[in-house]
């Protein structure tokens, strides 16, 4: 899933926004919480707002002024020494998560329903990849139509090791792919430091779990 460069900017200095703003506030544990409210109560005035491209427009004609009568609300005299302009853009970088989680999961479900209506074993419910200093990281995720079994993989950057690649295996929901946390598959988790020794355990676990049955239960 490939985003605009501009928008992909934009979350970076809401992401760097939040990170600021809950550093100011974590010397003192009533404020942080105080300030954990008052994200999270912008972010809800922003559940109407379904696409990052409108996300960023309605920001943009946004100031602090927008933020006072929502920390008003909280009744709370620790509000005023929290830094308004930042507490903006951490509500909209929470906003922007809910929003790329709900793309994730929509595309989910409507892959799913489009593989069922062919032969296929495997389909692909999410890919995506980021260009970070020349290397390319990526997370996947693929499901087994018939059982629910997850095949997680992606490439992270390891402090002590480098680059290293995960694969993880998950129980997914039949119709939806939300992950059924509740159930867990024996050595789920592997690790790797190259990438042809991901593909050779990929190629080795659809081949393992192709015919397993999983008792779902009451996974949603």
Known sequence: MQVNPDIQQQIRAWRDQESKYYAAALSEAELYMVG??????????LRT?????????????????YVLPIADALDSPLAV??????????????RTQEIRE????????????AAS???????TLYHDETLRNGITFFWHLEMNLRNGIGLQTACELDLQKGRVYV???LVLNLETGRVCRDIKLPDSKYEFTAQAELTAAIAELRQKYAA???????CL
């Open 117 to 123: 209506r062919t032969d296929q074993q495997w389909v």
């Open 36 to 45: 954990i409210q008052l994200v999270r109560a912008i972010a809800n005035n």
């Open 81 to 94: 020494f929290l830094d308004y302009a930042s507490a903006l853009g951490a509500a909209f970088y929470v």
């Open 167 to 169: 694969l993880e295996l």
């Open 212 to 218: 397993t049955e999983v008792n779902h239960g009451a």
């Open 49 to 65: 707002i379904n696409s990052l491209e409108e996300l960023i427009d309605y920001y943009r004609g946004l100031d602090v002024q």
């Open 102 to 113: 709900e793309n994730i999961q929509r595309q989910a479900r409507e892959r799913i329903l």
